[in-house]
């Protein structure tokens, strides 16, 4: 019997959907000891590279990556993983991803592709802001890997809307 064939298509909108189903569980967790500590927020994590891994150049699936990576980015076992474990959690990855979505949103000049991409590099600043938020190993680690770079193409190019530039100057700070 052969299994059925799931396309490329059907394989983002399943991860688009994994995420944002992962997100909207720990948005509901957070304030209950349903989990051991930091054990979700691991978890969120490992998706998020999972997903940015198997869905490189879908913005869409990057989009819920950097929200879900957003929602995890204070807690203290995500910061240590993204030095101590840099091999896969590599801060390069989401600052990547950010960079290689704004060349894409470059080409293609629709009201809504503008829009989209404009939210998609507000949440990557907001992701990179708050995972250099008072953890200097982690803001020095970005720097090198060039999220500082990332988060002025992103201000550059979007500087007439507001959300993007607030969360780009933020982020900064």
């Given at each position: ?49 999972l ?63 503008e829009?989209?991409?404009a ?24 720097v ?5 770079e ?24």
């Open positions: 019997q052969e299994s059925p064939v799931i396309s490329v298509d059907d394989t983002q909108q399943q991860m688009v959907i994994a995420l944002h189903a992962l997100a909207k569980k720990y948005n509901k967790s957070r304030n209950k000891q349903t989990y051991e500590p930091h054990q979700l927020e691991l978890i969120c994590q490992q998706a998020v590279y997903a940015l891994d198997l869905c490189p150049d879908h913005d869409e699936t990057i989009a819920a990556a950097i929200s879900l990576h957003a929602l995890v980015a204070k807690d203290e076992l995500v910061r240590q993983r993204h030095i101590e474990q840099a091999d896969a959690f590599g801060l390069h990855i989401p600052v990547q991803a950010m960079q290689n979505a704004l060349k894409r949103a470059r080409l293609v000049h629709t009201e809504e592709n829009l989209f991409a939210e998609l590099q507000r949440k990557a600043c907001l992701l990179l802001g708050a995972l250099a938020d008072g953890n200097s190993d982690v803001a020095t680690k970005l090198d890997e060039a999220g500082l990332a988060i002025l193409l992103a201000l550059r190019w979007f500087r007439f809307h507001d959300e993007v530039a607030n969360w780009a100057l933020w982020s900064l700070f």
